[in-house]
């Protein structure tokens, strides 16, 4: 299973190497990755059905607990056969969809990537491994989004949602740490046994809150939801795969999942059916004023995700089969509508449902999976769809309180959700062909394929429910913890008050359809509440938190190196006087001294006579020697104290360092700036008390009892095991060899830092000049 | 800075500082050195030289960007420590000595040419940053 998810990313990855070869027609041929993925998923459907949970279990960095526990249950089954079956179109459909497109090799890599992790992310057991495909998918998306990066636009969106899902994704891992700390465990099969446990727990709230921020900033829920709508400006087959029938319902999978864990508290059930519900009501009602087919569905997209929460929030087993059959619905239907969407702006050119009508004539294929896909949207029957809504009115009207007003709620966004279903799949189909429309060429097979397939699926299953109910919808709604034996999805239940509130939403929206014609005045109507949307809000929020961030980064980071080092300086002299003042006891052992020789009485003088020099002189390249005097100085010390090694290496570096600044202050102007007298006596101040600070500390550490096991171990060991008699080389270069490796490393990076900052510099202005 | 002396001298002192920085780099196990002080010592020499008879002459004298030394010396000390991996099994930076020491080197263990990759790393270093330095100045 973990091969299944890892295909993804090697195939991502052979984009990067073969992808100029499959850039023409051959790109079809990518499709068959996820096709098969899809029958690999689908083989276990029978095994699945028979109530087994498929797992695999690889260590990953067992010291924080995280694995890749997969686990494949009725829930990740439907997830898995929705991104790879879905995939499996989008795949194609896009390989005609951006014929010839110069990146496309490009785009397969970042939908490969996306498929991957959204594959890791349902079927992940370990909350810190699905965090990061959670991260992942934000990722993959990100760049989908701004896939068309010459436009300022898309590149904004792409921003917009990725700041939004990151963080999400920051509380997931939050809220996931904090699971983890309470359970004790990452897994998530384990900690459903410990829902008590939780919900009586003092952090169960934070933990809610947490989780609740992931999943509504990921499923587009009010008022985080704008960054769906600007996502629409990605290709459509990423709005297809990601926006509308996978990547979105990841926060929706997160909340089912975590149903039993965290579920059945009141803070739980009506948050979820409070922010559910408004945003059902608010984008649902959102559509009316759209004229773009793609802002349209993913108003309407958002309205279904605030469903699917509301169902969640019920928490009654009814809803949650409601909530099952729903997802596959949603994911059909809207699939489908997109795939049609992109059919008609690829070959008309034009996306705005007032300019489009009569479009059967020359599209027939496509009008026939928008016709499909409006019905089932509508919940007509036979459809599948029809299915769904009845579920949904059923669980809202066996609701514990508020049965009716939970309904109205219901099925006033299911006649508007109906309503943008007709606008779109069906409007732009019928009636008279305007001029300019009548030679469209006909459609690509890999461009109407795909929407008929996933349309007339819609249908299979709504007349044969029991294609899914053993399969998938039982084991599903198993994952929640009720018992399933009594499940039965029928198309028909007989004459009753739900068939009743059917017939009213199919009838409303069809008179809603006649009566209330989209057009650009009502899209303009709405753009003046803008200032009161939740997008607004945050953009003017993140605004401020920008000037901030500004306004910070010109008072610390301005520029001045001796600014830089005096704030360095300083804070570490109030951090570690405030740690001496209040917990050391001065004890310095005098006795423990040596006695002064006069060498060491010699290179002291010659030390202060060269820190006078360098503090006094008014030259630039005497106060660089006099500094390399002070270094010398040091060096003879580490000789009187018997450490050659160090006092070699001082000595090249002191050499190398006053070359260095000769280098550049040779060529430096001959004017000197001084600083001014107060100025001096600062940083003389500064300076006093860090040394006198640094002495004392010193001081403190001798006075401490030392541990000499390992450098005994080290003196004892360096012959025995490494054959070096010089311990201080045995330590760099076997026994803390890694060290080393990491250090030169390190240098390595800086130079190759200075040459790019400086050659680079130098090669631009050189292009200047010429 | 270009004096005769220097100039001639430089020609002398080159190799022999070269050598010594060698010497250095191989008593390292024994006694005081290393490849980091081998390093410095290497590249004080090339920048001596530099100082007598100027950059070009040096970077003429090197035939290759010194920048490239980097790559090969992580390369080297790297290797060295993936040996032991390869061959015995045993972990990264595994200490490996051949049995009989050479004459004049002495015992050949991996720890040689780790410390020989840091002295290379080293070299190419101070020589990246001081050269590059010198000449955008």
């Known amino acids: 299973m973990l091969l299944a998810i890892l295909i993804g990313f090697f195939a991502a990855f052979s984009q990067l190497l073969f992808g100029k070869f499959m850039k023409g027609k051959l790109s079809i041929l990518l499709g068959f990755v996820p096709l098969a993925l899809f029958i690999f998923f689908a083989q276990y459907i029978p095994v699945i059905a028979a109530g087994e949970i498929v797992t695999a279990k690889h260590s990953w960095v067992p010291s924080f607990g995280v694995d890749l526990d997969l686990k494949l249950d009725g829930l990740a089954l439907l997830f898995s056969l929705m991104i790879t079956g879905i995939g499996t179109l989008v795949f194609v459909y896009t390989s005609a969809y951006l014929r010839n497109h110069p990146m496309l090799d490009r785009f397969y890599g970042y939908l490969f990537i996306f498929m991957a992790s959204m594959l890791g992310l349902v079927l992940s057991d370990n909350f810190l491994a699905m965090f990061i ?40 891992l939050a809220g996931g740490l904090l699971l983890g700390e309470v359970t004790g465990t990452y897994q ?8 008590e446990l939780l919900i009586n727990h003092s952090l169960y709230i934070l933990i809610v809150a947490l989780i609740f921020g992931a999943a509504f900033t990921k499923s587009a829920q009010f008022p985080f939801h704008f960054w769906l709508p600007g996502a629409m400006k990605a290709p459509t087959p990423v709005s297809t795969y990601l926006h509308s029938a996978t990547m979105v319902k990841a926060g929706i999978y997160l909340l089912f999942r975590l149903s039993p864990v965290l579920g059945n508290s009141d803070f739980w059930n009506n948050t979820l059916l409070i922010v559910g519900g408004i945003t059902m009501l608010y984008a649902a009602f959102h559509t009316l004023f759209r004229t773009d087919l793609k802002g349209i569905l993913a108003y309407s997209t958002i309205a279904a995700l605030g469903i699917l929460t509301f169902l969640i929030g019920l928490g009654t087993k009814e809803s949650f089969i409601a909530a099952a059959v729903f997802i596959l ?5 809207k699939a489908t509508l997109f795939l049609m969407t992109g059919a008609i702006d690829l070959y008309t050119g034009t996306r705005d449902v007032t300019k489009l009508s009569g479009l059967h004539k020359v599209m027939l294929p496509i009008a026939i999976a928008g016709g499909l896909a409006a019905i089932s949207n509508a919940g007509i029957p036979p459809s599948v769809g029809f299915l ?46 305007p001029t300019g429309l009548e030679n469209v060429t006909f459609p690509h097979p890999a461009i109407w394929i795909p929407p008929i397939i996933l349309g007339v699926l819609g249908f299979i299953f709504g007349l044969f429910p029991s294609l899914i109910e053993a399969s998938l919808i039982k084991p599903i709604v198993s994952t929640t913890g009720v018992s399933t034996s009594d499940i039965h999805l029928k198309l028909w239940h007989g004459f009753n008050t739900v068939l009743g509130l059917s017939a009213i939403t199919i009838f409303s929206g069809i008179a809603l359809y006649f009566i209330w014609k989209p057009n650009s005045s009502k899209h303009y109507f709405i753009q003046r509440f803008d200032i009161l949307s939740p997008k607004f809000i945050i953009e003017t929020l993140s605004n401020w938190f920008q000037s901030f961030s500004d306004l910070w980064t010109r008072i610390f980071q301005n520029g001045y190196l001796r600014n830089y080092i005096t704030v360095i300086v300083v804070f570490l002299i109030s951090l570690v006087a405030f740690t001496l003042l209040n917990n ?5 052992d005098y006795s423990s001294f040596s006695k002064l020789t006069i060498y060491e009485v010699v290179s002291l003088c010659i030390m202060i006579l060269a820190i006078g020099f360098a503090v006094f002189t008014k030259s630039r390249l005497a106060a660089v020697a006099a500094t390399g005097v002070m270094g010398y100085s040091i060096c003879l010390f580490f000789v009187f104290y018997s450490a050659p090694d160090l006092a070699m290496t001082q000595f090249a570096i002191d050499t190398l360092t006053v070359i260095l600044f000769v280098l550049v202050l040779y060529k430096l102007p001959r004017y000197l700036n001084l600083s001014d007298y107060k100025t001096r006596i600062k940083d ?12 004392i500390l010193a001081l403190e550490v001798l006075a401490q009892p030392q541990n000499n096991e390992i450098s005994a171990y080290y003196a004892e060991n360096a012959y ?22 990491v250090e030169i490393s390190v240098l390595a990076i800086a130079a190759i830092g200075v040459f790019g900052l400086l050659k680079l510099r130098l090669k631009s202005e050189e292009r200047k000049q010429q | 800075m270009r004096t005769l002396i220097l100039k001639t001298a430089s020609d002398y002192l080159l190799p022999i500082l070269l050598l010594f920085s060698i010497f250095i780099l191989l008593r390292g196990h024994y006694l005081p ?6 390093g410095l010592m290497a590249s004080i020499a090339f920048v001596l030289h530099a100082f007598a008879n100027g950059l070009k002459d040096t970077k003429k004298l090197l035939k290759f960007h010194p920048g490239f030394l980097m790559p090969a010396g992580l390369l080297l000390s790297f290797l060295s420590g993936l040996l032991p991996v390869i061959l015995q099994d045993a972990a990264f930076m595994t200490g490996l000595w051949l049995e009989n020491p050479i004459p004049v080197i002495g015992s050949i263990g991996t720890a040689l040419f780790f410390d020989v990759g840091v002295y290379i790393v080293v070299l190419g270093v101070t020589l990246t940053i001081i050269f590059t330095i010198s000449e955008s100045a």
């Open chain 1, 188 to 195: 998530i099969s384990q900690m459903l046994s410990q829902n």
């Open chain 1, 684 to 695: 003389g101040i500064i300076a006093i008390a860090f040394g006198g600070l640094i002495s």
């Open chain 2, 33 to 38: 050195g290393g490849g980091f002080v081998g």
């Open chain 1, 584 to 588: 050391t006891t001065y004890q310095i």
């Open chain 1, 133 to 172: 495909f959670w991260e992942l998918t934000s990722i993959s998306s990100f760049f989908l989004i701004g896939f068309n990066n010459t436009n300022p636009d898309s590149r904004k969106s792409a921003l917009t949602a990725l700041s939004i899902t990151g963080i999400g994704g920051l509380l997931f």
């Open chain 1, 388 to 433: 769904g809504k009845d579920l949904i009115y059923e669980s809202t009207l066996h609701f514990r309180h508020n049965a009716v007003l939970l309904t109205t709620l219901a099925i006033l966004t299911n006649i508007l959700i109906g309503y943008a279903g007709y606008v779109a799949g069906i409007k732009p189909f019928i009636g008279r062909t």
């Open chain 1, 720 to 741: 025995v095991l490494a054959h070096g008699k010089n311990v201080v080389n045995v330590i760099l270069v076997d026994f803390r060899g890694i060290d080393t490796m």
């Open chain 1, 329 to 333: 619905v949603h994911a059909l239907y």
